[in-house]
C-alpha cells in the first residue's frame, strides 16, 4: 500500500557556518554603546577629546581612534577581554550567545569549528570578565 506521507524520504542537509549570518558592525556598534554610553573616552586618561583614525586592517568594523589630550592610540576592543586574540569579535559574540543556552564547551567548538582549547579560553575569560564587571 502507497504511502500518503507529506514528508520527503530525504532531504538535503545543508551546513551553514554560523559566523557568516553575524555582521561585524552591529557587534562592534553594540561594544560602542555598552563600553562607552556617554561618548567615547581614552582608556588613559578618561579625555573625550578623541579623533578616529579609520579602521582595523584586519577586521574592517573595528574603530581606531586617538586621544587627542594624551596622545594614546586605541580602538573598540582596547582593555576589553576580547583584546589581543585571534578570534573575530563575533565569534566571541557567538561563544557568549551559546554560553547563555548553557551548552557545553565541546558543543561550541563543534558549532563554531573551533579547536577545544580555544573555546575552553575563552569562556573561562568570558566568565572572568563578567564576574569581574559584576564586582564593580
Known amino acids: 500500500m502507497p504511502?500518503?506521507?507529506t514528508i520527503p524520504d530525504w532531504s538535503p542537509t545543508v551546513q551553514i557556518n554560523i559566523t557568516n549570518?553575524?555582521?561585524?558592525?552591529p557587534c562592534y556598534q553594540t561594544v560602542r554603546e555598552l563600553r562607552w554610553p556617554d561618548g567615547i573616552t581614552c582608556p588613559s586618561c578618561a579625555s573625550q577629546h578623541i579623533i578616529k583614525r579609520g579602521f582595523d586592517d584586519t577586521e574592517s568594523a573595528r574603530q581606531r581612534y586617538e586621544c587627542h589630550d594624551c596622545d594614546t592610540r586605541f580602538d573598540d576592543l582596547t582593555d576589553t577581554i576580547f583584546?589581543?586574540?585571534?578570534q573575530p569579535l563575533?565569534?566571541?559574540?557567538?561563544?557568549?550567545y551559546f554560553m547563555g543556552l548553557?551548552?557545553?564547551?565541546?558543543q561550541i567548538a563543534?558549532?563554531?569549528?573551533?579547536n577545544g582549547s580555544?573555546?575552553?579560553q575563552m569562556t573561562t575569560q568570558l566568565r572572568g570578565g563578567i564576574v569581574k564587571k559584576s564586582h564593580q
Open 3 to 5: 504511502s500518503h506521507s
Open 21 to 25: 549570518l553575524i555582521d561585524d558592525i
Open 83 to 86: 583584546a589581543g586574540h585571534h
Open 90 to 96: 563575533k565569534v566571541w559574540v557567538l561563544c557568549l
Open 102 to 106: 548553557n551548552i557545553s564547551n565541546e
Open 110 to 114: 563543534h558549532e563554531l569549528a573551533l
Open 118 to 120: 580555544d573555546v575552553h
